[in-house]
């Protein structure tokens, strides 16, 4: 079946350190990707999103490019700010009632 | 304004008990959901409503019921709460039946003791 896997959290990076959090998943056809963020007491919100193979999704310094030969959607930000600190959930969904397969969801923590 | 709102944010009750959660939205869309996210921030659908008829069914008990009065308002209604459906429930709606964005909910935290 269709599922999505996200590294394991918590990651904890320094203020303008760099950020990967790598997302994998296993689809048939052709999903569409997003990124969502969870910050603290709130739900999730749309970062960027990706609809086809080698398409680029960005947002806020944010960016994640849609890799169909390694079925992977890793999102990356050049230099971290303390606001950044959330849960980042990778997910994917077809054109199909709006159903989105989530990952498990990785928390960041940015420290000063 | 919130777009998309719950009540209660926060819910505590005792095994056995019927509870419902209300979600409205004020954002003219067509298409609402309910996601549980358990206590390891798992995210799953659960339901998914298009102009009040229902689309999406997770294989979800039928203990949980949702009710679309109208398309701005999906409740759900848990009956014979078990120590298990302890989570936080999201609402959602979206634009579109196929998927845009998602808008969330700010969850409701059900502890069921």
């Known amino acids: 079946g269709n599922s999505v896997t996200q590294m394991e959290g918590p990651v904890t990076l320094s203020e303008e350190a760099f950020l990967t959090i790598n997302c994998t998943y296993t689809?048939?056809?052709?999903?569409?990707l997003f990124w969502y963020v969870q910050y603290p007491g709130e739900g999730l919100q749309l970062l960027l999103k990706?609809?086809?193979?080698?398409d680029k999704g960005s947002n806020k310094g944010f960016e994640a490019t849609y890799r169909k030969e390694t079925t992977s959607f890793h999102l990356e930000k050049g230099s971290v700010q303390v606001s950044d600190s959330a849960v980042y959930f990778c997910a994917l969904g077809y054109n199909q009632g709006g159903k989105l397969i989530f990952g498990q969801g990785t928390e960041l923590s940015v420290k000063p | 304004d919130t777009a998309v709102s719950q009540t209660p944010k926060y819910l505590v009750t005792q095994m056995g008990n019927d509870k419902s959660i209300k979600c409205e939205q004020n954002l003219g869309h067509d298409t609402m959901y309910w996601y549980k996210q358990d206590s390891k921030k798992f995210l799953k659908i659960m339901f998914s409503?298009?102009?009040?008829?229902?689309?999406i069914n997770e294989t979800v008990p039928n203990r949980f019921s949702p009710k679309s009065p109208d398309k701005a308002h999906l409740n759900l209604h848990i009956n014979s709460l078990e120590l298990g459906d302890s989570a936080v429930y999201f609402c959602?709606?979206?634009?579109?039946?196929?998927?845009?964005?998602?808008?969330f909910g700010e969850g409701s935290r059900l502890t069921v003791l």
């Open positions: 990706a609809t086809k193979a080698d």
């Open positions: 959602a709606s979206s634009q579109d039946v196929g998927f845009g964005e998602l808008f």
């Open positions: 689809a048939t056809g052709y999903p569409s």
């Open positions: 409503y298009n102009n009040k008829e229902l689309i």
